[in-house]
């Protein structure tokens, strides 16, 4: 039932509409109201737009908050930086990292008996460690950063989630392996083509596949 | 399989889609290129250069053997040709690879002027293919129906993902229409030294900073676009095809 507030009468005369809402006059008192229903009214009829309000902003909160991580996602990726002559890692290290080389360059010496001697120097873009990681066997050379240089370190966890966001990643790495093989096969058949017979080289393939075999075993 | 290329002066276009109802700029891309070989460009195809999707059989006879004269006469210069395989052109790999000219790619990584650069479709990191091939393929080929019947309905197509994305655009920073995977892509290759990252697929054009002094570059589909990708030296830039050719 609609009333009067002021007067308190119920005797009331539709008097037009205000923004298409019936207004009454009260002929007792002479006012000309609406008939809205008021938080007085209603008191719990504005909570759910409040915490709808509230809910909605929390969402869109928490949505850029964790987008804004999203697009920079390779920061949970951990990058290293080292300057001129720091060493990476050491020949015989028992660490299972690989790392891409982000800038600058990396030498790569192994060493012999004789000394040490110079394997490789990576550039921007490649990788270093690999066999560390793929293998769990310990580092075979030593890796020194040439220059200032930042490295991403890849764990095993790292490498399979990084090959599911960056697929083509794992097709360069099989790329660049291949051309190691190649490269080692090839220089291995010159150094012994030059002067053991082909039933000897034989015989040390045959030898050295077998030790390759036994060594490859992973460590438990 | 080519992935590493060293290259001075490189032309990147993308999307042709040759043979599709919607190209009309055959006549255009063969004038584009013959000028492009005349100014010493290497030239990068990035993806999609040929229609098979949703291939009018009679259009792909008419518009290929053009181009592939234009492409010729680039080989024929000395400059070199890669291809750089899509999603509508994945078939044609074998076929491709017959071309003597032409060097077909997965990927291209280029290093010119000491800077890094990575050429690639990028079909693999659109979600709805990623996650769902057979459904993409059998829309992508239904979508070719309405398509033969008014090739306009495309301008709808484009219309409506950037209004769709709008939000997103804002919000995120991305190229207008292009869902924000490209974006975390093109991020994940500049953790890996790239320097610029360019990628075609969504035929979107545009550029965007990706902070410290790297970029991702879309040169859109030379359906409609008309842009393309310059690298010189190391410095790559956006223009339009009348900018490269004076």
């Known amino acids: ?220 | 399989m080519i992935t590493q290329i060293q290259s001075g002066k490189l032309i990147v276009i993308s999307d042709l889609h040759l043979g599709s109802p919607v190209c009309r700029t055959k006549r255009q891309i063969v004038q584009f290129l013959n000028r492009a070989a005349n100014q010493g460009y290497d030239l990068c195809i990035n993806g999609d250069g040929f229609e098979v999707a949703q291939v009018a059989f009679q259009k792909l006879a008419k518009d290929v053997p053009d181009f592939l004269r234009a492409l010729k006469v680039l080989g024929n210069n000395g400059h070199n040709v890669y291809y750089v395989v899509g999603n509508h052109d994945i078939i044609l790999e074998n076929f491709l690879d017959e071309w003597g000219n032409i060097k077909i790619a997965p990927f291209l990584n280029v290093i010119s002027g000491g800077q890094r650069i990575r050429i690639e479709h990028g079909h693999l990191y659109d979600p709805l293919f990623v996650r769902y091939p057979r459904l993409y393929e059998f829309l992508t080929q239904l979508y070719g129906f309405p398509l033969r019947a008014s090739p306009r309905l495309y301008n709808v197509w484009i219309a409506f993902q950037k209004f769709s994305f709008y939000h997103r655009t804002k919000r995120d920073h991305v190229i207008p229409g292009e869902p924000r995977s490209f974006k975390i892509a093109a991020h994940e290759l500049v953790q890996r030294g790239f320097d610029y990252i360019i990628f075609g697929h969504t035929h979107h054009v545009s550029e965007v900073d990706l902070g410290d002094g790297k970029y991702y570059f879309n040169p859109g589909s030379s359906m409609f676009d008309r842009s393309c990708v310059e690298v010189v030296n190391g410095k790559v830039r956006l223009l339009e095809w009348d900018q490269l050719c004076g």
């Not at chain 1, 390779?74 to 990292?97: P, Q, Y």
């Not at chain 1, 560390?132 to 095993?156: C, D, F, M, W």
């Open chain 1, 1 to 220: 039932m609609i009333t009067c507030k002021p007067s308190g009468s119920k005797i009331l005369v539709k008097n037009g509409f205000d923004h298409g809402i019936q207004r009454y006059r009260c002929p007792a008192c002479g006012c000309n109201f609406i008939d809205t229903p008021t938080r007085e009214d209603h008191p719990d009829a504005a909570k759910p737009l409040v915490f709808y309000s509230i809910g909605k902003s929390f969402y869109h909160w928490i949505r850029n908050l964790i987008s804004r991580n999203e697009d920079k996602r390779f920061a949970r990726e951990l990058v290293m930086e080292f300057s001129d002559g720091e060493t990476i890692f050491t020949e015989g290290d028992e660490d299972r990292e690989m790392y891409i080389i982000q800038s600058g360059e990396v030498l790569i010496t192994k060493r012999f008996s004789s000394g040490e001697i110079h394997l490789a120097t990576i550039t921007k873009g490649d990788f270093v460690g690999e066999m560390a990681l793929l293998e769990s066997l310990p580092r075979n050379a030593t890796a020194k950063a040439v220059g200032k240089t930042r490295l991403v370190v890849l764990q095993p966890g790292g490498l399979l989630l990084k090959i599911r966001r960056d697929p083509t990643f794992a097709f360069e790495m099989l790329q660049r392996l291949s051309h190691r093989i190649r490269h080692t096969d090839e220089q291995f058949f010159d150094a012994l083509q030059r002067e053991i017979s082909v039933d000897a080289i034989q015989q040390i393939v045959g030898v050295s596949e077998f030790t390759s075999s036994q060594k490859s075993t992973p460590k438990p």
